[in-house]
């Protein structure tokens, strides 16, 4: 048996599919049609492979003028050589003209096109015993069982309904983290992403609600996983759906995933290679960048990383076949799995416990120009954020009433000027602490570090064996100006350096952020910090790059001049 197919994740899937098949089924051959455009690629396969067949089945997508010279050797072949041969559409629509160029029944033909069209590995499976059935060398399998176009998934069991995933919740009372991807992905049997975010969601205490959908942009589908989401009212909702399901030039009226005003949180599963993600300073190609990241952004979605890539299994002994399948990378998958459980803590947490950091520019480095944003007046803002905090129910203790206060506070304590550590006020971070924090960095970052500036206990910041911290504590909000990239050095030079790492002092900042005050989100205020101008990808991140190391997987939120799509892009997609 031969099968043809311009789908690689179809011809995967059969693969896979053919794992699972007693030892004397008959010989299995899969092939792309992408590998035979050529005349005299086609007339090789013919010699060597297809001329040896019992059945040829062919997935052609686009008609007979894509394939010419294939589907008339084909069909001579068929005439010549006893062959069954039977054409089928590659898409979801049936066609009677290429299903006669066959010897196969049209029944049996378009049996079989259903089965691909249903997919899934019941039906991959079917699928294949049906070719062996008109070789009369195998019953006739179950007939094709539709695949909804919408509805509920749990791992290992495929399409279920809602009972059944909530039966799989060890806590009823816990967090819901939605999780839609495409009905493609189920049919293919390329789950294996979604699988890994569903485990690691369900270790971080979360009940998982993963989905599936034929399309957010298409009615049926995307009202089924509304009215699922509005049902289980979720605090963070996942995706790895592309492009905009509110539609580019439309008046944006929400999307079924937004609509329980649950965060979004975009997650990328790569169409290129582990190895090419690691080597890219950029971190995703274009097609990747056009389809995850630029167009769902118009939905509001947060991006968040990369948790897996294409890769090239070894070839098949029994089907002459190199699967290409995405494969999760278990520290991107844990990273995105608790990024959404502190979203979803920080929507569950009470207004008064919620710990939040608003953190303060300072470019250039000098006390003149502390909490500077372009077009906002930032000091009177961030008086006006703690005012509205208040008013909403955080706990916001001894806060300054004017603009002026809140600089006097600021510049008479601890600032980036240099001598200022001598000052009165801010926070301390003993060096122990801090070790315990550095020694946890992915080694390579730790290397870059101590290169450039030398062990930590060396630190020219440090003050009695602590780090002194630009940090003031009002209850449970905290007001900070953001660490200087650099010591003794031009400080315009510094700030958008991209190879420059941080120093001690500035990733002992944010160890106190997430560990000593263990902030629930930082809201950076105004264009523009220096956390998005660190070392690393340009985004889909990884655990080496700076802004990660700096901030972890803390919820961030960054009010940017909306005039500088630019910059706001490149600080939307390295801080989220």
């Known amino acids: 048996i031969v099968i043809l197919s311009a789908a690689d994740s179809e011809l995967s899937a059969f693969a896979e599919a053919a794992e699972a098949l007693p030892d004397d089924f008959p010989g299995l051959r899969l092939a792309s049609l992408v590998t035979l455009a050529h005349p005299l690629s086609v007339d090789l396969a013919l010699e060597k492979t297809f001329r040896h067949a019992r059945l040829v ?23 010549q050589r006893d062959v069954q041969l039977a054409i089928v559409p590659g898409e979801a629509r049936w066609s009677e003209a290429l299903a006669k160029l066959g010897t196969v029944g049209e029944d049996d033909a378009r049996t079989f096109w259903r089965y691909c069209v249903e997919g899934g590995a019941r039906n991959r499976s079917h699928a294949l015993r ?102 289980t009212d979720p605090a963070v909702v996942l995706t790895s759906t592309v492009f905009s399901a509110a539609g580019i030039g439309d008046a944006y009226a929400g999307t079924a995933l937004d609509r329980t005003g649950a965060p979004v ?19 995703l190609g274009i097609r990747d960048l056009a389809m995850n990241v630029v167009t769902t952004e118009i939905d509001g979605r947060i991006l968040t990383r990369a948790i897996s890539f294409k890769e090239e299994a070894p070839v098949d002994p029994r089907t002459e076949w190199r699967p290409v399948r995405p494969v999760p990378v278990p520290d991107r998958v844990d990273f995105v799995a608790e990024l959404a459980a502190r979203w979803a803590r920080l929507r569950r947490t009470p207004v008064a416990e919620r710990r939040i950091a608003l953190v303060l520019a300072n470019y250039p480095t000098r006390d003149g120009r502390l909490a500077n944003g372009v077009g906002l007046d930032t000091p009177a803002s961030t008086v006006a954020l703690l005012d509205a905090m208040a008013a909403a129910g955080y706990r916001v203790e001894g806060a300054p009433a004017t ?21 009165a006020g801010g926070v301390t971070l003993g060096l122990e602490e801090y070790l315990s ?73 944010h160890c106190w952020l997430r560990a000593a005050f263990a902030a629930d989100a930082v809201v950076e205020v105004g264009k523009h910090g220096n956390l998005e101008w660190l070392p690393g990808k340009a985004l889909a991140l990884s655990a080496s790059c700076f802004p990660e190391v700096a901030l972890g997987p803390l919820p961030t939120v960054y009010p940017f001049i909306v005039n500088d799509p630019g910059e706001g892009s490149q600080a939307k997609r390295r801080t989220a």
């Open 130 to 231: 049906f070719a062996a059935h008109l070789l009369g060398r195998a019953e006739r399998p179950p007939e094709p069982q539709p695949i909804p176009l919408a509805g509920c998934y749990w791992p290992g069991e495929g399409a279920v309904g809602f009972d059944r995933v909530r039966a799989h919740w060890r806590d009823p009372d816990a967090p819901v983290a939605a999780l839609v991807f495409y009905r493609a992905h189920l049919q293919d049997g390329a789950t294996a992403p979604s699988d890994a975010l569903v485990a690691a969601l369900a270790a971080r205490g979360l009940n998982p609600l993963p989905m599936f959908a034929s399309s957010l942009r298409d009615g049926a589908p995307a009202e089924v996983v509304a009215a699922t989401l509005a049902e």
């Open 57 to 79: 089945i062919v997935r052609l997508l686009g008609g007979t003028a894509y394939w010419p010279h294939g589907v008339d050797a084909l069909e001579t072949l068929a005439r």
């Open 265 to 283: 949180l975009q997650v990328v599963q790569a169409g290129s290679s582990r190895d090419g993600w690691v080597e890219s300073a950029r971190g």
């Open 437 to 509: 924090f550095f020694s946890q960095l992915p080694d390579d970052a730790r290397e870059k570090v101590v290169a450039k500036w030398g062990e930590p206990d060396a630190d020219p910041s440090l003050i009695d064996g602590a780090f002194r911290l630009a940090v003031h504590v009002l209850g449970n909000v905290v007001v900070a100006i953001q660490p200087a990239r650099g010591y003794d050095r031009d400080p315009k030079a510094t700030y958008h350096d991209p190879d420059l790492p941080p120093t001690h002092a500035y990733l002992a900042f």
């Open 403 to 423: 603009s002026d206060a809140l600089m006097d506070r600021l510049t008479a304590g601890p600032t980036n000027a240099p001598g200022s550590g001598d000052r």
